[in-house]
């Protein structure tokens, strides 16, 4: 069992930049894909990134590719999200998600593990 809890988010104009963080605890961390998803006011829940088990290999929306930065520290058990250049579009609450999978997806339902949620607001 994967348990997944996410801090950093809060309120920032647009411009500014938040870091997100998500803590697993479980073993063998580094055989875990992990994703961050968002879900805004009224909207379905989106792949936001992607980070792959060492790390080779990361993909990113395109609504944030040049803003955002996904990471993970396998030996601290933990992946962050570094958010620049905010836009009030990118207000929603951000999930970590993690998978047990072999192959990388970006498709939530592949994901067998979810945090509780972290809440971002930027005000324009």
């Known amino acids: 069992q994967v348990q997944l809890v996410e801090s950093g988010g809060g309120l920032v104009q647009a411009g500014g930049s938040l870091r997100l963080s998500c803590a697993a605890s479980?073993?063998?961390?580094?055989?875990?894909?992990v994703a961050w998803f968002r879900q805004g006011p009224g909207k379905e829940r989106e792949f936001v990134a992607m980070i792959t088990w060492t790390g080779a290999r990361r993909v990113y929306a395109d609504a944030v590719k040049g803003r955002f930065t996904i990471s993970r520290n396998n030996a601290e058990n933990t992946v962050s999200l570094q958010m620049n250049s905010l836009k009030p579009e990118d207000t929603a609450a951000y999930y970590c998600?993690?998978?047990?999978?072999?192959?990388?997806?970006?498709?939530?339902?592949?994901?067998?593990?979810w945090g509780q949620g972290t809440q971002v607001t930027v005000s324009s």
């Open positions: 479980v073993s063998a961390f580094a055989q875990y894909l």
């Open positions: 998600a993690a998978s047990s999978r072999t192959t990388w997806t970006q498709s939530a339902t592949d994901y067998d593990y």
